[in-house]
């Protein structure tokens, strides 16, 4: 098959990445696969980075000549799929597709739980010009089958599937080392772009709570927050217990450095690929119920669920863990089986084929 991503967000994430690794992964499997993303997106230079061959269009804003320029590319590619994954790359490939007359099956991909407005104009992109719409989590799922009207049929969930060739439980004390961070430590881990829906300044004031004395907080990732994140940091004494790693290529290194996993979101969630980046690895996790979460993980079976938005919540759920050796392997061994069973890159691909063979059956 010849597929065609197209991606309108300027900015870094899960989804980008879950863009490029399925890119990537159809490229393994024999498909000809492309990437269009905007002039001076994060997506552009990655996917480029990984040898995927890549088109720059001006998805800003949806006009007639950003249509005109789809139009163009269409004709150039003569892609069997479509695969749209932002609000303004799907209009603009659903308007080029229509007034270029191209043969392209178009599939809508839904990454977040932010509500879809009801009406005509997403009854009509969601349920008659996406062949199939496909989301990461079964709770947008039944969202977008309620408020739009659709066929359950015409929507499938697809959960980001995770490479356990990369994520899986190793040497705490040898990442550690590699790492340069403290042996001695209770290390609490967050793995997220800095967002304000990703929790960071409650996982901030958490370690306020004297359940956590001690505890070193690290954060990997970047994005908009930083600065406020930092300063919070600073206003609340807490420079020598939180550390700012960056955007990191290595981290798998950092999943097995921590003695356990906090992502402690309060809206806009799928299936967070990091949580199921640390359950792989074997880390127990604390998580708030938002999005499709709960999906993943089972209060005291998989994970522990916590209040969204409520430090002292947060704290406690940590603290459990971190002061019960067993119970954390528990929750650590279950999550790593949840996502060798449900949620591999593998699985990830086969859906996703069966997904386009089906459009183009249709």
């Known amino acids: 098959m010849k597929i065609l991503h197209t991606e309108a967000s300027p900015g870094w994430g899960g989804q980008e990445i879950r863009v490029l690794d399925e890119a990537e992964g159809c490229i393994e499997r024999g498909h ?30 949806v006009n007639f000549n950003t249509v005109r320029a789809m139009i163009g590319l269409i004709r150039q590619l003569d892609p069997d799929i ?49 062949a199939r ?51 001695d430590k209770k290390l609490i881990g967050m793995v997220a772009t800095l967002r304000s829906w990703k929790g960071h300044r409650f996982m901030v004031d958490a370690l306020l709570e004297r359940k956590l004395d001690g505890a070193i907080l690290v954060l990997v990732g970047d994005g908009p927050q930083e600065p406020m994140l930092r300063k919070q940091v600073e206003e609340r004494g807490l420079k020598d217990r939180v550390i700012f790693a960056g955007r990191r290529e290595d981290v798998q290194d950092w999943l097995r450095a921590f003695d356990v996993f906090v992502l402690p979101s309060t809206g806009n969630e799928g299936i967070p690929q990091a949580l199921m980046q640390a359950m792989a690895t074997g880390l127990p996790v604390v998580t708030t119920p938002v999005g499709a979460i709960p999906e993943l993980v089972v209060h005291n079976e998989s994970g522990f669920i916590v209040q969204p938005e409520n430090p002292a919540s947060l704290a406690e759920g940590i603290a459990a863990v971190l002061s019960d050796p067993a ?36």
């Open 32 to 61: 000809k696969v492309w990437i269009a993303g905007q002039p001076h997106s994060q997506i552009v230079p990655a996917s480029r980075k990984r040898g995927i061959e890549t088109f720059e269009l001006p998805f800003g804003r």
């Open 82 to 130: 479509v695969v749209t994954h932002s609000r303004n790359d799907t209009w603009i490939a659903t308007l080029g597709i229509l007034f270029g007359r191209g043969r392209a099956k178009l599939i809508r991909m839904r990454h977040v739980s932010i509500p879809v407005k009801p009406g005509l104009r997403n009854r009509w992109l969601y349920g008659r010009r996406a």
């Open 133 to 183: 719409v496909v989301t990461t989590g079964e709770m947008i799922r039944s969202h977008l089958i309620e408020v739009l009207k659709l066929d359950p049929s015409h929507v499938v969930s697809i959960p980001t599937g995770t490479d356990l060739s990369r994520y899986h439980p190793g040497d705490k004390t040898q990442a550690r080392a590699k790492l340069g961070l403290p042996a």
């Open 327 to 362: 119970l954390a392997k528990r929750l650590g061994d279950a999550g790593r089986v949840i996502v060798e069973r449900k949620h591999t890159k593998a699985a990830m691909l086969d859906a996703m084929e069966e997904v386009f063979r089906k459009a183009l059956a249709a």
